[in-house]
């Protein structure tokens, strides 16, 4: 089949991989070329947690000897996971729950589980980005609004950091600070108490933030929705809509820009951070080696999540991406380039943060321990102080938060596509069909949009927390990490999966990638699971600590993705006992007469021996492969 001919799909999807109609439907589309899907991941997997998460992480736990867990998980655990999902999309040609459902049935929650964390992620994510929306249409004011303490929304405890910043006797080591809080300065207290208290609470860009944007109040209540926010809200959906709506033909287009205009922007804040004085000071925090800490289980503990949360591991996003692939599209080279670019821009992104962190730090005389925040502290509270003591302060901030914009958008229109592809492919007769794509993604932006208006009420902070430590607990990825390695190693079996692989990019992968997934990455996940059971699970939101309701919604939001792996082995079982672990025949084995999994010469488990419908259906698929390269 040519290629031009390969591109006429019904319902217009580009390039059909071999033509033949799967479970009843028409055709998937594929990726007009190999940049699309490569820049499709990039979207997903550079976010904001290579801002506001990877060089808190570095400076909290030993600088640049944080580099030595993370590189060593990512190297056992990250890029093993990495290509294992997306050689499972692109394998199967199916979304993030049928791709499980046709590799081991009785695994098909796993694929389930991993929705509910997308759909977690596409109610609470895009909140961020209609606060970036709400921020980049204030910075366009002059001053910025975040500045001053004459709005109303500022108490009567604001202090203005634009004030100090052009009075050269508050940046002096021996500045009086005490009268922000009504508290003497003595020689019993601390050196940077009142810096400290200074930087936590009271200055005019957290009450901007706490008071203007997310607007919180003693009474926490979910009922009284601020439909200034909504209207960010709204037009954060209908850009990401647009971007999604025709499917990999909208999406593979528009990550040509979301995914290269954040860098360009990146680009420009590096060179402006790092020639601030002061810049350097912030560096050598940042990367200044303290092995001492690598000694502590929390360390290692954190660098195998931030690998888990930065690369969008265990949420069939890169199952669903990698299945609109062509067959013998070289995948494995592929996650190794993304994995290094991600870890690359990790590291970047952290030399910009902590070179104005740096510059900071010098301009108010404090310590760096005082001015690093992390999570959307960093982003909506360090980062404008940081803005608005330079010159021109309108034009960095438009600028920066042009890059929060973008580097959130692309990852939430990319999840926004993944969910509705595991959708799409669940129901492919009723939603192959002409139009049927806009209406399921308007009907997904729509339910998040509704979803989302509590995180935009007085305790919206509260719940957007809830929802991101308790929803995205790592105890759920470790668990998901774990199942899925164990899955393809021992019940698929890990030869066959290796020569799936082989079949499809023409050689066979590192052997050290069959070891990991027998041994290595469940070992390493069953290892973290059991240290972060130890973990007491807290909560603390701007001098807020959430009663026992709250910790009762976050044990919920747990439990129910998990709660999708049981539920799914017992529907298997009471719809077909026998066959719960048998590939469907429909994939294509180049050599099934081999062992699936062998060890040290020695079978473990024999070849699964093909139907004659599944040799037929095989012979009719390799026919009509094209063999050519994306």
Known sequence: MTEEKASEAPDGDPKSDNGIPEEGGPPRGKWANKMEFIFSVSGEIIGLANIWLFPYLCFKNGGGAFFIPYFILLFFLGIPLFILETAVGQYTSEGGVTAWRKICPVFEGLGMASQVLVMYLNIYYIVILAWAIFYLYSSIKSPLPWTTCDNWWNTEHCFSTYTASYDPHFTQPDADWSFLH????????????TYTAFFDHKSAAEEFFTKRVVRMSADMSLSNVHWDMALCLLIAWIMCYFCVWKGIRSTGKAVYFTVT??????????????????????????LMPDVAMLIQPKVWCDAASQVLYSHALCLGVLTSLGSYNKYNNDCYRDCLALC????????????????????????YHLSMEVVVESGIGLVFVGFPKILSTMPVSSFWAVVFFLMILFLGLDSQFVCVESLATSITDMFPR?????????????????????LALPLLTDGGMVLFQVIDVCGFSRITFFIIAFLETTVIAWLYGADRFCDNIEDMIGYRPFPVLKYCWLFVTPLICGLMMLYSLTERMH??????????????????????PLMCIPLYIVITLCRNGNNITTPSSALRQAQPHKPILK????????????????????????????????
């Not at 399921?440 to 998040?448: E, Q, S």
């Open 182 to 193: 009504n508290v003497t300065t003595t020689s019993d207290y601390p050196d940077n108490l």
């Open 261 to 286: 205009f954040p860098y360009l922007l990146l680009v420009i804040l590096f060179f402006r951070g790092v020639t601030l004085p002061g810049a350097w000071e912030g560096l050598k925090y940042f």
């Open 340 to 363: 290094v670019l991600n870890s690359a821009t990790g590291i970047f992104a952290g030399v910009v943060t902590f070179s104005f962190l740096g510059f900071m730090a010098q301009s």
């Open 430 to 450: 009723h939603l192959r069909r002409p139009h049927a794509r806009e209406l399921l993604v308007l009907v997904i932006a729509v339910v998040c949009f509704l």
């Open 539 to 560: 909560l603390y939101v701007y001098g807020y600590e959430p009663g026992e309701s709250w910790l009762i919604l976050g044990r919920l939001l747990m439990i129910t």
């Open 599 to 630: 060890l040290c010469e020695c079978v473990i488990f024999k070849a699964q021996r093909p139907s004659s419908r599944s040799v037929d259906n095989r012979n009719e698929k390799m026919m009509m492969e094209e063999h050519g390269g994306v």
